[in-house]
T-cell receptor, first 114, second 110 residues
């Protein structure tokens, strides 16, 4: 099976712009989670989508939003970009048939905000 | 809220030597995951532990979960350059979200 894919891999934006990141999960996986990783804060949970519904949300401002499509592909949007949004954004997919389920990560999208 | 503490933060090991990384939780662990990350890339799943006293191995990497299910260790035997990277532990919290340790950066000296 193909792994989790994320596009684009690298992105450079300026403050105030918005950005959309895309994630395609492993075939058959219905859960997609998004994470932000920075050197200072480590890996932080953004949100999880399961069957097109947001199931969990981390402690991020409303500028960060997401959605999931019927084919389980997910997009994450960040509006009004700030310098502090520069980070590696990772998505992970899982079956999520039970509470404990392994997440498989994509290669990430490196976002730089100038 | 549950927290995961990893130690050490970084480790420099001579190639061929053994090493251990620890992950300690403030609460009982119900699912403990170990991942490896090369700089700037995605996380690669290594192992998942659920039961107290459980031990799993893959090639030269062994992970254990203690009987009280509050600490896990990752042991690498006869380290190789390919083992270099950042090792992260993650655990299911009460909302079935993963919380993460800060990571251990491993450098292998040739």
């Amino acid at each position: 099976k193909a792994g989790v894919t994320q596009t684009p891999r690298y992105l450079i934006k300026t403050r105030g712009q918005q950005v959309t990141l895309s994630c395609s999960p492993i075939s058959g996986h219905r859960s997609v989670s998004w994470y932000q990783q920075t050197p200072g804060q480590g890996l932080q949970f953004l949100f999880e989508y399961f069957s097109e519904t947001q199931r969990n949300k981390g402690n991020f401002p409303g500028r960060f939003s997401g959605r999931q499509f019927s084919n389980s592909r997910s997009e994450m949007n960040v509006s009004t970009l700030e310098l502090g949004d520069s980070a590696l954004y990772l998505c992970a997919s899982s079956l999520r048939t039970s509470g404990t389920d392994t997440q498989y990560f994509g290669p990430g999208t490196r976002l730089t905000v100038l | 809220s549950q927290e995961l503490e990893q130690s050490p933060q970084s480790l420099i090991v001579q190639e061929g030597k053994n090493l251990t990384i620890n992950c300690t939780s403030s609460k009982t662990l119900y699912g403990l995951y170990w991942y490896k990350q090369k700089y700037g890339e995605g996380l690669i799943f290594l192992m998942m532990l659920q039961k107290g006293g459980e031990e799993k191995s893959h090639e030269k990497i062994t992970a254990k979960l203690d009987e009280k299910k509050q600490q896990s260790s990752l042991h690498i035997t006869a380290s190789q350059p390919s083992h270099a990277g950042i090792y992260l532990c993650g655990a299911d919290d009460s909302n079935y979200q993963l919380i993460w340790g800060a990571g251990t950066k491993l450098i292998i000296k040739p």
